[in-house]
């Protein structure tokens, strides 16, 4: 199994759906007529952080003061 980029420079070229890793005019693996994306392409930059503590911005904002 081939090592997942993290951080690929044009992830936008490839598809993600198997570990083929064919170009997107090209796939080999057949699994449908769509290519697979790169979850930074879904959740932007920060998606490995995202799991079941992930906190979004207003989450982590201190809850306005009522004084």
């Not at 420079?9 to 080999?28: E, I, Q, T, V």
């Amino acid at each position: 199994m081939k090592k997942f980029p993290n951080d690929p420079a044009n992830p936008h070229r490839l598809c993600w759906g198997c570990d083929k890793y064919c170009p997107a005019d090209s796939m080999r693996c057949g699994n449908g007529s769509d290519r697979t994306q790169h979850p930074a392409e879904l959740f932007g930059e920060n998606w490995r952080a995202m799991g079941s503590d992930y906190e979004t911005d207003e989450e982590k904002a201190p809850p306005p003061s009522s004084g």
